[in-house]
């Protein structure tokens, strides 16, 4: 059987540099992860709204790229995961990520994150693909790898609470318990299947990112028994008193003058918003003083998952 490689626009490569860029350089620099991705999508999906038969041929995933025949486009399970069809579509998927990926990456870090994000968009397209294999219908979007995001968050950290999108009848803003919310979009999901609803939706796609997201979960993520007992609450400040900061012990982690600075500015900060983004740049820049990796903080709690080192502010 013949290879056939399919030709590649000069947009489309443009496209996947700035995917691969996007995310070296968020790493690299400990910008989190869960921005990188956002303003990747709506980067891409602005080059889509320009050049959109280029983009989506390019890089968007048929389940018959998996024939031996096709396989050398297989990178187009990583290239779909960036491209969106529509303004409905990227705003949805943004919309449920920004609020589910940033409490999660506090949780476990970037890179655990990372892995969890890239391999359940990998999982569901390929879910996807097993039901519907053979297939030259084009599969884009990241809405796989968020479901995924959304049940490894539900497996390590189900009492958890975020504000987030959620969809009764309307979609309402509302704060859940991560479990309820993952529950939720997991039935509807179901439903949609069980009733063979004819819409253009890879649904099979998001109930493999999932399932793969709980079971990656499982392996990668070591939760502690006492965040399994707790409830933790976001926005903490909104309607509440500021809770003072503990800065001796952020003076410890202060070993830069760049950080040094940083916590002045953070001390001197009355907005507490904007003290709390000050905070979160403070603590991505910082090291653990011990074996020198990178520290994860989630609720006034920092720790290092590579030593015993721990503290709160």
Sequence with gaps: MDIV?????????IAICIMVGALAIA???????????????LIVFALTFIFENEIIGDLGFKPSYLLAQYFPNIYTLFTSMFVHSGFLHIFGNMLVFFFMGIAFEQRIGAKKFLIIYLVTGVCGALTHSLIN???????????????????????????????????IGIMFIMKIKVIYATILFAVLETVVVMFDVQDTTAHFAHLGGLISGAILAALLIKTRKENSQETVHYNSYIGQKPKKINFANLEKLAETQERKEMLKRIENETVPQVRDIWLEHFLEKTKCPKCRKTLNSFERKIWCEECDFKTDY
């Design 5 to 13: 490689i399919l030709p590649i626009h000069l947009v489309s490569i």
């Design 27 to 41: 790493y690299v620099k400990k910008i989190m992860i869960t921005y990188a991705l956002i303003i990747t999508n």
């Design 133 to 167: 294999l053979g297939s030259t219908t084009v599969l884009v979007g990241a809405s796989g790898a968020i479901f995924g995001i959304m049940g490894a968050f539900a497996y390590s950290y189900p009492r958890d609470e975020v504000v987030m999108p959620v969809p």
